[in-house]
């Protein structure tokens, strides 16, 4: 079983970067398919960005395709997202999942780090 908890969100002005981690507990971290969600206020949870365990192939949401960038470090257990050019839209607590080899969903959903772009 792996669980995970981000960290790293925060207010930041648009235009601004910050950079959210994932810290992933368990044996099998290396192992699964990453990926960073948002959820806005009112609205459904949606992808941002994956990445496979090899880190050799990332996907994104065309909304952050090209200010953002996802990566992980297998050897610490961590993924990460670099978020720049940041926009208001933007503002959405962030969660990572990683994606079940069995059934091809998303889960083991950490509590999620929030992000706050102003104006």
């Known amino acids: 079983q792996v669980q995970l908890v981000e960290s790293g969100g925060g207010l930041v002005q648009a235009g601004g970067s910050l950079r959210l981690s994932c810290a992933a507990s368990?044996?099998?971290?290396?192992?699964?398919?990453m990926g960073w969600f948002r959820q806005a206020p009112g609205k459904e949870r949606d992808f941002v960005a994956s990445i496979v365990w090899s880190g050799d192939s990332t996907v994104y949401a065309n909304a952050v395709k090209g200010r953002f960038t996802i990566s992980r470090d297998n050897a610490k257990k961590m993924a990460y997202l670099q978020m720049n050019s940041l926009k208001p839209e933007d503002t959405a607590v962030y969660y990572c999942?990683?994606?079940?080899?069995?059934?091809?969903?998303?889960?083991?959903w950490g509590p999620g780090t929030q992000v706050t772009v102003s104006s």
């Open positions: 368990g044996r099998t971290f290396s192992a699964y398919l």
């Open positions: 999942a990683i994606r079940s080899p069995l059934t091809g969903t998303f889960g083991s």
